[in-house]
């Protein structure tokens, strides 16, 4: 079992950044791909970005290609996600979720392929 954590969200100004960290539990934390996923009140989750074990490829959906950065440091077990020239449309409640096996094209940005996930965080982007 892997126990992932969140945190990070807050409310902040339509422009500006935040950035979120997922505490993972184990050290098994360096062997799982990592994903962020966001829902949205009364919308479906959906993904965010991804990042292989090694952190050597990075994925990211259209909506927040260049400008979330997802990251991870495997010494402290912990996976962030930058978020820079936020927009109203980016406020959702975020997850951070563990992923065993590859990160294949079909599997990546599959909320049902992902094993563990945190209990979400409350991001607010004000216009």
């Known amino acids: 079992q892997v126990q992932l954590v969140e945190s990070g969200g807050e409310l902040v100004q339509a422009g500006g950044s935040l950035r979120l960290s997922c505490a993972a539990s184990?050290?098994?934390?360096?062997?799982?791909?990592m994903g962020w996923f966001r829902q949205a009140p009364g919308k479906e989750r959906e993904f965010v970005a991804a990042i292989r074990w090694r952190g050597d490829s990075t994925y990211y959906a259209d909506s927040v290609k260049g400008r979330f950065t997802i990251s991870r440091d495997n010494a402290k077990n912990t996976v962030y996600l930058q978020m820079n020239s936020l927009k109203p449309e980016d406020t959702a409640v975020y997850y951070c979720?563990?992923?065993?096996?590859?990160?294949?094209?079909?599997?990546?940005?599959?909320?049902?392929?992902?094993?563990?996930w945190g209990q979400g965080i409350q991001v607010t982007v004000s216009s």
């Open positions: 184990t050290r098994t934390n360096s062997t799982y791909n």
């Open positions: 979720a563990a992923k065993e096996g590859s990160l294949t094209y079909s599997s990546r940005n599959n909320a049902r392929s992902y094993n563990f």
